[in-house]
């Protein structure tokens, strides 16, 4: 029977909190709304279609006389080299007349070049101060951004209030990282006091706007009982949302879920097609699975070859029981040829890190090697030591 997984990828979770500033790696097109029907409508128009030509000319007028989305679109070629020479001072210049004017995606826009030193000195202050200036207006990415500076106190003093302000505001607007990033806090009460209720609530709000990390902790909350009722269907649903988009923790325990009928009628070609899934993707604990179930036929034909290979991919990831097993297997010679030397290899890392019977086995080998394979069994031994476990 499949152990469940009884916790929280937070790998996956802490991925998703990092693309607070990765979110400000591309630059924003101006919305078409216009103070003036004509040569700022067509500026956008033309910039829109790519025809750069005409857009540079009708777009150089209109941001002369002072219309922002003119301004933004001419930064915007300029940081492209769209109709122009690329030109990031020239950018800098045409993002700063409309940020000036309190054009809220120019100072987005600004932000990038300020974070990432593009056409300027990096400068986190400057960051802040149009970081600010954009999400005063509402503007929901300077809002969350924002709120990461200064949980992390770059280019300002850390400040847990003003992050969780922040990230408030944008995930009030409906911003799913800032509503998984909130629903972490109030499950681990991170400066905010602990509350079930409202981690829930702003990682179904999350879920519901397709964000697999928070997907895969309702599954998991679901799974428990943490914080709402136990409900393995519930787990099942939303572990399978973000089992679609990839998430591998998710199919690894879809998988898991489905090879011991919990939620669901019990069935091995689905747990089989879960954990290859999840095992494809680099997941230890799927590729460790495979090896087993291949190797005893549970849910699929036995195969050797098949077992060897991902008890292979496990093991290189640092699997004690993998490691073990793949030593029986070279031992014994199932799915290759019978290898002396790689089974002592694999039994000697096993050994290594505790593993009682791969010492044991290992000794029982030993005394059937010649000197010379022993010699290079252990040269191995050292060589995978530091790859595959330190």
């Known amino acids: 029977m499949d152990s469940p997984r009884k916790f929280i990828n937070l790998n996956t979770l802490i991925i998703s909190l990092i693309k607070c500033l990765l979110v400000a790696t591309s630059f924003i097109l101006p919305a078409p709304v216009f103070a003036d029907t004509n040569q700022e409508s067509t500026c956008y128009s033309k910039y829109k279609a790519g025809d750069y030509d005409s857009a540079l000319s009708i777009c150089t007028k209109a941001a002369e006389q002072g219309y922002v989305t003119a301004q933004t679109n001419l930064g915007l070629m300029h940081v492209n080299g769209f109709g122009v020479p690329q030109d990031y001072k020239q950018a800098i210049y045409w993002y700063t007349k409309a940020a000036e004017q309190g054009y809220a995606i120019a100072q987005y826009n600004l932000v990038i070049m300020y974070i990432n030193g593009i056409g300027t000195t990096q400068d986190d202050k400057q960051a802040i101060y149009w970081y600010t200036k954009a999400a005063e207006q509402g503007h929901v990415k300077a809002q969350y951004n924002l709120g990461f500076m200064h949980d992390s106190g770059q280019g300002t003093p850390q400040d847990d209030k003003q992050a969780i302000y922040w990230y408030t505001k944008a995930a009030e607007q409906g911003y799913a990282i800032a509503q998984l990033t909130l629903g972490f806090r109030y499950e681990n009460g991170d400066s905010v006091p602990q509350d079930d209720k409202q981690a829930i609530y702003w990682y179904t709000k999350a879920a519901e706007q397709g964000n697999a ?51 669901t009628p019990q069935d091995y070609k689905q747990a089989i097609y879960w954990y290859t899934k999840a095992a494809v993707q680099g997941n230890a604990s799927a590729q460790l699975t495979l090896g087993y179930r291949y190797y005893n036929g549970i849910g699929t034909p036995k195969d050797y070859k098949q077992a060897i290979y991902w008890y292979t991919k496990a093991a290189e990831k640092g699997k004690v029981k993998a490691q073990y097993n793949l030593g029986i297997m070279y031992d014994i010679g199932q799915g290759k040829p019978k290898d002396n030397v790689m089974a002592y290899v694999w039994l000697n890392i096993a050994a290594a890190q505790g593993h009682e019977n791969a010492k044991k086995t290992r000794e029982l080998i030993e005394e059937i090697m010649t000197p010379n394979q022993i010699a290079e069994a252990q040269k191995l031994s050292k060589e995978y030591y530091a790859r595959y476990v330190k």
């Open 213 to 263: 990390s928070a997907q895969s902790t309702l599954g998991y909350r679901y799974e428990d009982g943490f914080g709402v009722p136990q409900d393995d269907k519930q787990a099942i649903y939303w572990h399978t949302k973000a089992a679609e988009q990839g998430d591998d923790s998710a199919q690894l325990t879809l998988g898991i879920m489905y090879g011991n009928g919990q939620g």
